[in-house]
């Protein structure tokens, strides 16, 4: 699989769009999972997964293989979807859990019992969804989440506190 | 739900989610540009080329001594035809211009680069006047920049007489 994506990698280098989609197909559910919980709207989450294939054919031709091509592919996902994230006024300005999310718009591959849980974060405050998913999920650093988003690390550490406080709470209901 | 509870369902979230429909046709229309994009990259370097050589005529003119700047009225027979007939073809060009063509946005530093070449042959030919591999040399990057504005433009047709 490795060197079916590198070969993919090289030759979409090169401007072939096939191995483009070949590389599209491989990572697009990693994409849409960072995107759709970081942003909690289908819509959104796909206009930002399109965002991030663009923007990775933009930048293709400048990646160098110091890092393997799902891990650059990721941070550019990570990236983008938190400067969307910072972008939308009403992700950041709602911090309420009353808003009913999208259940019901994604095929997930996790277990019956995963998801309730993927359920819950939908319901998680913004802020506290975003460090969530970043620390717990996509295994950054408090110091790195704060960083991104833009808040203290105190705040991130506090929020993730509180998000795994709401899942626990909500969880136990079911 | 407890703690160990959550991290158990923490680590059983599957890294993929797929989205409902697919959205490579959103992301593939947007990807045909990226080749197209190759062209100014060769346009840079084929403006280093033309500054290098630009460059390299006036470091030897300069090592030449007693320049003599001349105007036009003292310049050479063939030199002066090659002007006349190459500068009233640009100016023409320009002047049926009506529109600059994608991918050309830098042009008219593009021309100033070719001008500034022009001008490092023209000193040249005022030292050696009529030499044909210099008045070669000037033909052929009138004709460059010529064909450039070609591509780079585009023109309104000739009204038909």
Not at chain 1, 98 to 122: G, K, R, Y
Request: with cysteine; aromatic share 8%.
């Amino acid at each position: 699989m490795a060197m079916e994506i590198a070969q993919a990698v090289a030759a979409a280098k090169e401007g072939d769009k096939q191995a483009f989609y070949h590389l599209y197909q491989q990572f697009v559910g990693r994409v849409y999972a960072i995107c759709w919980r970081l942003l909690g709207n289908k819509q959104k989450a796909e206009d930002a997964s399109q965002e991030i294939f663009i923007k990775v054919w933009q930048q293709l031709p400048a990646f160098r293989g110091d890092s393997s091509f799902g891990t650059w592919l990721h941070t550019i996902a990570t990236r983008t979807a938190i400067d969307l994230w910072r972008q939308d006024k009403h992700l950041r300005l709602t911090d309420s859990s009353d808003e009913q999310p999208e259940l019901t718009d994604v095929t997930t591959e996790c277990s019956s019992t995963a998801a309730p849980l993927e359920q819950a974060i939908q319901r998680l405050p913004a802020q506290a969804r975003a460090v969530f998913v970043l620390f717990a999920l996509e295994g950054y650093q408090h110091q790195e989440v704060a960083t991104m988003l833009g808040i203290a690390e105190g705040t991130s550490k506090a929020q993730y506190f509180r998000a795994r406080q709401l899942l626990q709470e909500w969880l136990a209901d079911e | 739900m407890n703690e160990q509870q959550l991290d158990k369902a923490i680590s059983a979230l599957a890294p993929d989610v797929m989205p409902e429909r697919d959205l490579w046709a959103g992301i593939e229309p947007q990807l045909a540009n990226r080749l197209s994009k190759a062209k100014p990259v060769l346009w840079h370097w084929a403006t280093a080329a033309m500054l290098g050589l630009a460059c390299l005529v006036s470091w030897q003119l300069a090592l030449l001594p007693g320049i003599q700047s001349s105007n036009q009225a003292s310049m050479p027979t063939a030199e002066l035809m090659l002007l006349q007939v190459y500068e009233t073809q640009k100016a023409n060009q320009l002047r049926q211009t009506v529109a600059i063509a994608e991918g050309f946005d830098n042009w008219q530093q593009q021309l100033q680069v070719w001008d500034q070449a022009i001008a490092q042959v023209r000193r040249a030919l005022e030292l050696y006047p009529d030499e044909p591999q210099l008045l070669a040399q000037l033909q052929s990057l009138y004709q460059q920049q010529l064909a450039y504005i070609q591509r780079a433009t585009l023109q309104q047709p000739l009204a038909m007489s």
